[in-house]
């Protein structure tokens, strides 16, 4: 059974900084594509940064040049780095990855969340 576990969520004030971190574990053959999404009430979940397996990043508008998403393919986890943060960051925030569990199956996984909220 894969789980991802993420940490990090806080209140902090505009313009601080918070580090998410995301943790997979289980029977993983290899992780593919990882990302992070938010999600607002009543909202959809939706993209925040995503990182390939060679490291290559994508972001959305609202964020680059303020976030940055990192991974460690060995130690299986995935961050991100939330810099001058505004109150509109606020929301829950989700780990993604996909994940190879057999030789011929790949499966996407979620994490529970982590509540980041800034404050003016």
């Known amino acids: 059974q894969v789980q991802l576990v993420e940490s990090g969520g806080d209140w902090v004030q505009a313009g601080g900084s918070l580090r998410l971190s995301c943790a997979a574990s289980?029977?993983?053959?290899?992780?593919?594509?990882m990302a992070w999404y938010h999600q607002a009430p009543g909202k959809q979940r939706e993209l925040v940064a995503a990182?390939?397996?060679?490291?290559?990043?994508n972001y959305a508008d609202s964020v680059k040049g303020r976030f940055t998403i990192s991974r460690d393919n060995r130690k299986k986890m995935v961050y991100l780095q939330m810099n001058s943060l505004k109150p509109e960051d606020t929301d829950v925030y989700y780990c993604y990855a996909n994940i190879r569990t057999r030789l011929d199956s790949r499966e996407d996984f979620w994490g529970q969340g982590t509540q980041v909220t800034v404050s003016s």
């Open positions: 289980g029977i993983i053959f290899s992780i593919n594509d």
């Open positions: 990182i390939t397996r060679n490291s290559s990043t």
